[in-house]
T-cell receptor, first 112, second 113 residues
C-alpha cells in the first residue's frame, strides 16, 4: 500500500474550518484515500473515503487533487470535540480482508 | 447506530499468564480484525479473519497469538503466555461484505505485570 505524509500537528480555532493535508505521491490507480481519527485512546473512527472525486458526508469533506497525489480533509466548523489524531490511509478499495496501515497521523488541536 | 463492543476495558495480567480479549462485532459483519497500539506508538495490524479462518496476519502475530469465533457473535484474541511487551491497547474491528469501511471498538487496555 502507498505511504502517506501528514504534518505531525496542527491547530485550529473553534468554529473555523480545519484543513488537514495529506501527500500520497505513490498512490496507484486502484487505491482509495481513507480518513480515520482517534480521539484520546479510543478506537479509530472512520470519517470519509474517496477515489478521485471530491466527497462530502455529515462529518467532513474530502478534496483530492486531479493527479491524486495529495488530498485535504476539511472539517467545516471545527468544535472542541474534533480534537484528535487524524490518519490519512491509502489502500485498495475495501475488498476481501483488507488491513489498514496507520501512520503517525496529524494531531489536530481545536482551540476555544 | 450499531457498534463493535470489547470487553474488558482494562485487563491486568501477570507475565506468563494466558489472556483472552473479547469482541462482539457488528451483527451482520463478516470480516474481523485485531489491531494493537503500544502507548505512544502507531496502530498496528495484527490479524484479519474471514469465513472462520485467518486471512492475513502480521509478523507480530506469532505462535503465542490465536483468534477464534466460537459462536455467531463473539470474536476473541488469545495470548498464550504474555510478555511485558504485550502491554498495549488492543482494538477489534469489523466490516460487512460490501464496500464499507472497518468499524472499530474502543479497545481493551492490556497491562502485563
Amino acid at each position: 500500500d502507498a505511504k502517506t505524509t501528514q504534518p505531525p500537528s496542527m491547530d485550529c480555532a473553534e468554529g473555523r474550518a480545519a484543513n488537514l493535508p495529506c501527500n500520497h505521491s505513490t498512490i496507484s490507480g486502484n487505491e482509495y484515500v481513507y480518513w480515520y481519527r482517534q480521539i484520546h485512546s479510543q478506537g479509530p473512527q472512520y470519517i470519509i473515503h474517496g477515489l478521485k472525486n471530491n466527497e462530502t458526508n455529515e462529518m467532513a469533506s474530502l478534496i483530492i487533487t486531479e493527479d491524486r497525489k495529495s488530498s485535504t480533509l476539511i472539517l467545516p466548523h471545527a468544535t472542541l470535540r474534533d480534537t484528535a489524531v487524524y490518519y490519512c490511509i491509502v489502500s485498495r478499495r475495501f475488498q476481501g480482508a483488507q488491513k489498514l496501515v496507520f501512520g503517525q497521523g496529524t494531531r489536530l488541536t481545536i482551540n476555544p | 447506530e450499531p457498534e463493535v463492543t470489547q470487553t474488558p476495558s482494562h485487563q491486568v495480567t501477570q507475565m506468563g499468564q494466558e489472556v483472552i480479549l473479547r469482541c462482539v462485532p457488528i451483527s451482520n459483519h463478516l470480516y474481523f480484525y485485531w489491531y494493537r497500539q503500544i502507548l505512544g506508538q502507531k496502530v498496528e495490524f495484527l490479524v484479519s479473519f474471514y469465513n472462520n479462518e485467518i486471512s492475513e496476519k502480521s509478523e507480530i502475530f506469532d505462535d503465542q497469538f490465536s483468534v477464534e469465533r466460537p459462536d455467531g457473535s463473539n470474536f476473541t484474541l488469545k495470548i498464550r503466555s504474555t510478555k511485558l511487551e504485550d502491554s498495549a491497547m488492543y482494538f477489534c474491528a469489523s466490516r460487512d461484505n460490501s464496500n464499507q469501511p472497518q468499524h472499530f471498538g474502543d479497545g481493551t487496555r492490556l497491562s502485563i505485570l
